[in-house]
């Protein structure tokens, strides 16, 4: 039998748009602390998975000026991490996040993005049975337990699941009954296991993974942002900082991203555009902020010259600056 290819032969990490403008959102978001909170990420170090594009590494570097790296994984062919590698200072491990976090002292300031492509949980429907990654809710304890004042973390789960689970009760309770210790009670209901809040059940599992785990411990987990996009699978994001103390008002008012509210998510959502319909937006964005409460599908054809729901044109208001843009070039 064939051996299964690794997520980074099938997916070429770089040109996910959805992925990309939360890359770029959380650049500027990072910036936004380092001002409010008076540190200096420069000085972290930054471990993460680059997988063979090191797309994050690459960003962080330029635009946070980070420079003491570690990327981190357990693949048996891992010369072409190694070959990979953009800048010389970046180290490889060719080691498992969790066997890596249990086996360093993790002394330095720490900056940390977890991107997994694996689920947190999966459900087998022909066993009615739950499968939890390990490794994620391993590292989770671990990092809740061994974190610093002011260490940054990041994590990314896929949270695919099948809509029409949410139809049987039995599914519904079998939930209840296996996440029991990390569900709050707002979720410990049948009524409120259901498709459209499952990434906001997820978050609310993993805020409780760093709870049940922080109980001894003088810093705590604060969430900063959470995300959901969907390039492919629907990917979940939450990030936060570890302190002593509840975050200062000044961080969270002055950017609609962050989200420490733990029962909010933003939606990445933004429309597929052409490199024509991209650039005539662009060109008419100021008449579309302050026009758009009068547009309907009718006058957004007269103003663009092409259709868009305006749901659509919402979106692209809100993210405009993040949207990516690709060019084939031949070097």
Same mark, same amino acid.
């Given at each position: 039998?064939?051996k299964?290819?690794?997520?980074?032969?099938k997916?070429?990490?770089i040109?996910?748009?959805?992925?990309q403008?939360?890359r770029?959102i959380?650049i500027?978001?990072?910036?936004?602390?380092?001002?409010n909170?008076n540190?200096n990420?420069?000085e972290?170090?930054?471990?993460g998975?680059?997988s063979?594009?090191?797309?994050?590494?690459?960003?962080?570097?330029?635009?946070?000026?980070?420079?003491n790296?570690?990327?981190?994984d357990?693949?048996e062919?891992?010369?072409?991490? &190694?070959?990979?590698?953009p800048?010389d200072?970046i180290?490889?491990?060719?080691?498992?996040? $969790?066997?890596?976090?249990?086996n @360093?002292?993790?002394?330095?300031k720490?900056?940390?993005w977890? *991107?997994y492509?694996s689920s947190?949980?999966?459900?087998? &429907?022909k066993?009615e049975?739950f499968?939890?990654?390990?490794t994620?809710?391993?590292?989770?304890?671990i990092?809740?337990k061994?974190?610093k004042?002011? *260490?940054?973390?990041i994590? $990314? !789960?896929n949270i695919?699941i099948k809509?029409?689970?949410?139809?049987?009760?039995?599914?519904k309770q079998?939930f209840?009954?296996?996440?029991?210790?990390y569900?709050s009670d707002?979720?410990?209901?049948m009524?409120?296991i $259901?498709?459209e809040?499952?990434?906001?059940?997820?978050?609310?599992i993993?805020?409780?993974i760093?709870? @049940?785990?922080?109980?001894?411990?003088?810093?705590?987990?604060r969430?900063?942002?959470s995300?959901i996009y969907q390039d492919?699978?629907?990917?979940? $994001?939450?990030g936060?900082?570890?302190?002593k103390?509840?975050?200062?008002?000044k961080? !969270?008012v002055?950017?609609?991203f962050?989200q420490?509210? &733990?029962?909010?998510?933003?939606?990445?959502? !933004?429309?597929?555009?052409?490199?024509?319909?991209?650039?005539t937006?662009?060109?008419?964005i100021l008449?579309?902020?302050?026009?758009? *409460?009068?547009l309907?599908?009718?006058?957004?054809?007269?103003m663009l010259g092409f259709?868009?729901?305006?749901?659509?044109?919402?979106?692209?208001?809100?993210?405009?600056?993040?949207?990516?843009?690709?060019?084939?070039?031949?070097?």
């Amino acid at each position: 039998m064939k051996k299964t290819k690794p997520s980074f032969e099938k997916i070429n990490y770089i040109f996910r748009p959805k992925k990309q403008i939360e890359r770029k959102i959380l650049i500027e978001l990072f910036q936004k602390i380092q001002n409010n909170l008076n540190i200096n990420i420069s000085e972290y170090q930054y471990i993460g998975l680059g997988s063979i594009y090191y797309y994050d590494f690459i960003l962080f570097h330029k635009y946070l000026n980070i420079r003491n790296m570690v990327s981190l994984d357990d693949k048996e062919d891992y010369n072409r991490f &190694e070959f990979n590698k953009p800048f010389d200072f970046i180290r490889f491990k060719n080691i498992s996040t $969790t066997d890596f976090l249990s086996n @360093n002292d993790l002394d330095e300031k720490l900056f940390i993005w977890f *991107d997994y492509d694996s689920s947190l949980i999966r459900y087998h &429907e022909k066993n009615e049975k739950f499968f939890n990654t390990e490794t994620i809710f391993e590292d989770i304890k671990i990092i809740s337990k061994k974190s610093k004042e002011l *260490d940054l973390f990041i994590l $990314t !789960v896929n949270i695919n699941i099948k809509e029409i689970l949410f139809d049987s009760p039995r599914f519904k309770q079998a939930f209840i009954d296996e996440y029991d210790e990390y569900l709050s009670d707002q979720y410990k209901k049948m009524n409120k296991i $259901t498709f459209e809040k499952f990434p906001w059940i997820i978050q609310n599992i993993i805020i409780n993974i760093f709870r @049940n785990n922080e109980q001894f411990h003088s810093v705590k987990f604060r969430k900063l942002f959470s995300f959901i996009y969907q390039d492919g699978a629907l990917m979940y $994001t939450i990030g936060g900082i570890f302190r002593k103390d509840n975050l200062p008002d000044k961080l !969270v008012v002055e950017d609609s991203f962050f989200q420490i509210n &733990e029962n909010k998510v933003v939606n990445i959502d !933004v429309p597929l555009l052409t490199y024509y319909e991209k650039m005539t937006l662009d060109k008419n964005i100021l008449n579309i902020k302050k026009s758009f *409460d009068s547009l309907n599908k009718g006058k957004i054809i007269e103003m663009l010259g092409f259709e868009m729901e305006p749901s659509e044109l919402r979106s692209y208001l809100d993210y405009y600056r993040y949207y990516p843009q690709y060019y084939e070039g031949i070097i």
